[in-house]
């Protein structure tokens, strides 16, 4: 059996940006290195963090290449990255978004050039997809994303002088309109074939409503919302988290690592829908979503 491997990132504070402050997004950091550590037997070795000024988009990508290249080797089998920070979105440059849009994730370095997010500090979702391709068919590669893809606004519960706020800063140079940003993640969309116009464009079509087409087998991705959703940064009983991540973790301490994905996923949301106006997500093979998180 080869080994595992596990990247836990949690980014408050940005460097250029001090406006985007969050609370909760280090502690999710350390509660998922304590959760995997605690419930699934982790140790130090196969654990790291990377939390506020460490958290840059080079250092960032620099260890998930290096994960995705020892897999390659045959060193590791399991890959486990979370991040909690802001989403975003910047400007396509591949074509593959009808509305131009991709998904990104901001690291602490985040910085704008000529009036968009400069590309060498912000971490697109096609950079994740082309990285996390290149692993071998046999690892399994789990993925937490607690940020949000759409700048909807938080419709959630009022807490007082403690309300959540949304994980989402709006990109310098777009102007929202009322279509829900649409996730294309890393994991979800296969590169569609060659193939006509109109064939492309349907299949394409499909792949986006069904979320159906999964790029590794053994790729899982869970998300804090929906892509019409914002993922928010509350407070919870004295120190602040982000709600995905709080009830993630919540859930499996409760059940100690018994459930399945998918009814750890289900009892999530049941906890959540009283509070929060986000709906966490869950896309990976059934065969994976119906076994529990484990090694």
């Known amino acids: 059996m080869a080994g595992r491997k596990a990247l ?3 980014i408050n ?3 250029n940006y001090p406006q985007f402050a969050l609370n909760g997004c280090v502690n999710d950091a350390r509660d998922m290195a304590a959760l995997y550590k605690d419930l699934l037997g982790f140790t130090s070795s196969e ?3 990377l939390t506020d000024a460490q958290a840059t988009k080079a250092n960032i990508m620099a260890r998930l290449a290096a994960m995705v290249a020892d897999a390659r080797a ?5 890959l486990v990255f979370s991040l909690s920070s802001h989403g975003t979105q910047m400007n396509d440059t591949s074509g593959d978004e009808p509305d131009g849009k991709d998904e990104a994730f901001v ?5 704008e050039k000529d009036g968009s997010w400069d590309a060498a500090h912000i971490i697109c979702d096609d950079e994740l997809h082309d990285l996390f391709a290149q692993l071998p ?5 789990e993925v937490y994303l607690d ?5 909807s606004g938080l419709r959630g519960a009022e807490f007082g002088l403690h309300a959540p706020r949304p994980r989402f800063v709006a990109p310098p140079d777009h102007e929202f309109d009322d279509k829900p940003a649409r996730m294309r993640g890393f994991t979800l969309d296969a590169a569609l074939p060659d193939a006509g116009k109109k064939k492309k464009e349907k299949k394409k079509k499909s792949a986006s409503a069904s979320k159906a087409a999964v790029l590794g087998a053994h790729h899982l991705l869970w998300t804090g919302c929906k892509a019409n959703q914002t993922s928010a940064d509350a407070f919870f009983s004295g120190r602040y988290n982000g709600a995905f991540t709080y009830y993630l973790v919540k859930v499996m301490r409760d059940t100690q690592n018994k459930l399945s994905r998918k009814a750890v996923i289900s009892e999530m949301r049941k906890q959540m829908k009283s509070s929060f106006a986000q709906s966490p997500q869950l896309e990976g093979n059934a065969t994976n979503r119906s076994q529990a998180i484990a090694y």
């Open 8 to 10: 836990f990132v949690g």
């Open 13 to 15: 504070k940005f460097a």
């Open 47 to 49: 654990m790291s963090s």
């Open 74 to 78: 045959g060193k590791l089998d399991y």
């Open 107 to 111: 690291p602490y370095d985040i910085a």
């Open 137 to 141: 068919a046999n690892v399994l590669l």
């Open 147 to 151: 940020t949000c893809h759409s700048g």
